[in-house]
């Protein structure tokens, strides 16, 4: 017979699992909806012949649809992890390398990597799936000169500026990127060797300070209406990615 020690304990997770689930739903809809909203009054404004891209309700529907997928998925990823995070403990004793206590790495950071992981999957999706509707929506309005969607200023403005939230989300990814090295295996050997010292860990440094310069760029940039330099600007941190993963 389960004791009602157990149950409680039962309980406590089903109450922390539900309240990620309800706080991920709403964050969800509130910048899903968002999105749309600003991707209808987009293309409304080239072309505002299409009536059913002013049908708020159906917009809506699709925001609260995918926000549940999402919250769902957020749940399960964080669902393991809250509960030792907010039961947190120290040991005293730290790592080598960044003299963090060993219970921040138990209990806190697969916490916070989860958010992050999470968002900045969620932020991908919306990139690629606000390009994908912008291209099937301004290719009804003028299909052959396709093109020509890169001179929309707010289109180009709005999925810059989702570019821009991801690099940030990535910039603060870095730092357990960088905490990683602690981890690594060679040999017989477990931990952070003399290349993760002397120059993986210096990249993983200067890497955010690099990406959050390419977002003040870029956002000075849009400010100034200066739309194809900003574009430029934002091909530094996947030329920077590519160039550290060969």
Excluded: C
Aim: glycine residues 4%.
């Amino acid at each position: 017979e389960i004791g009602t020690e157990f149950t409680s304990v039962f309980r406590i997770d089903f109450n922390a699992n539900l309240l990620t689930f309800v706080i991920s739903f709403l964050v969800f809809l509130i910048l899903i909806v968002s999105n749309i909203f600003i991707l209808k009054n987009n293309l409304l404004s080239i072309d505002n012949s299409f009536s059913y891209l002013r049908k708020n309700l159906l917009f809506f529907v699709f925001g609260f649809l995918f926000s549940i997928v999402f919250a769902v998925m957020a749940s399960n990823a964080v669902s393991d992890t809250i509960m030792p995070y907010l039961n947190s403990e120290f040991f005293g004793k730290g790592d080598p390398v960044f003299n963090k206590d060993i219970g921040y790495y138990v209990f806190q950071r697969p916490f916070y990597i989860s958010i992050t992981d999470t968002f900045s999957f969620f932020t991908g999706f919306l990139i690629l799936s606000t390009a994908f509707l912008y291209l099937i929506f301004y290719g009804k309005f003028d299909f052959y000169n396709l093109k020509n969607i890169l001179k929309e200023k707010g289109i180009v403005t709005h999925e810059i500026s989702l570019i821009m939230i991801y690099f940030l989300i990535k910039a603060v990814a870095y730092k357990f990127i960088k905490e990683d090295i602690l981890f690594g295996t060679g040999g017989n050997f477990v931990g952070a060797d003399y290349v993760d010292l002397n120059v993986w860990l210096k990249f993983y440094n200067v890497a955010p300070v690099v990406i959050i310069a390419v977002v003040i760029a870029t956002t000075v940039m849009i400010l100034r209406q200066k739309l194809k330099p900003a574009f430029l600007i934002v091909l530094i941190y996947p030329v920077l990615f590519i160039a550290t993963s060969i």
